[in-house]
């Protein structure tokens, strides 16, 4: 999957600080330890994070891809520029959809701000979604692939050729609701309307004031396995993350 950076931080924790003092038990007139319970939380939001795949509170990542995915057909295989060995998709193939599929590092997905290459003259290029490409928010990871038919754009083979800006994470809010997209019903861009709950699930809130509990009390120990399982319940599993 190349590279993935947040480039910008959280609004919120997913679990706030009075619902997490309320949690350990210690009373809302007590503010000398505000700072390390807030410290706590986002901690081990980062910990849950990085356990689960998935970005537990909401905001901008950056991907970066050496170049597209190679596609392996004989014949259009010969229209990339150039050849490489690591645009090839994890398990190569010769399917025109797995092997120009591109997987977003983080879910939920929400929503691609910017997808930018440079193309063989050293310019910057920008791909239009719904024009140049279709983003399925339904799979997790989320999946980006070129308009049926159409082959991804031949790109400088140079370092984060490929820059893709996208928003991913859940609402904090616990009442969020879904996020819709329509696509074109017109063949041959049909798609079905898409829907991504953006509500917390509670087993990973539950699993994050667990943590920050156990933290607090035990300040000098590692995250217990019994708490580190719960994430893990809540993981995305990828067998075949985008090469690039």
């Not at 928010?137 to 400088?156: C, D, H, Q």
């Not at 699993?207 to 399982?229: C, G, K, M, Q, T």
Request: glycine share 4%; hydrophobic share 35%; charged share 15%.
């Amino acid at each position: 999957m190349g590279y993935c950076r947040q480039i910008s931080l959280p609004a919120s924790e997913p679990v706030t600080l009075d619902a997490m003092k309320n949690f350990l038990r210690v009373d809302s007139g007590f503010t000398l330890d505000d700072t390390t319970i807030s410290g706590l939380i986002t901690a081990a939001r980062e910990h849950g994070e990085k356990l689960t795949g998935r970005a537990l509170a909401q905001r901008t990542f950056r991907q970066v891809l050496d170049s597209f995915p190679y596609y392996t057909d004989t014949v259009q295989s010969q229209l990339a520029y150039p050849p490489s060995y690591y645009s090839l998709p994890r398990y190569s193939t010769t399917l025109w959809n797995y092997s120009q599929m591109i997987k977003l590092a983080y879910a939920p997905c929400v929503s691609v701000q910017q997808m930018r290459y440079v193309d063989t003259d050293g310019n910057p290029q920008v791909l239009v979604q719904d024009t140049d490409f279709t983003l399925d928010l339904m799979t997790e990871p989320a999946r980006i692939f070129p308009k049926v038919g159409n082959y991804w754009p031949s790109s400088l083979y140079v370092a984060n050729s490929l820059i893709i800006d996208f928003t991913a994470g859940y609402d904090p809010n616990p009442a969020a609701g879904v996020v819709t997209v329509t696509n074109a019903q017109n063949p041959p861009d049909s798609q079905p309307d898409q829907k991504v709950v953006l509500a917390v699930p509670q087993s990973i809130l539950y699993a994050i004031e667990l943590l920050v509990s156990f933290w607090y009390d035990h300040r000098d120990e590692p995250s217990p396995a019994n708490i580190d399982a719960m994430f893990y319940d809540n993981a995305v599993i990828d067998f075949a993350p985008t090469r690039g």
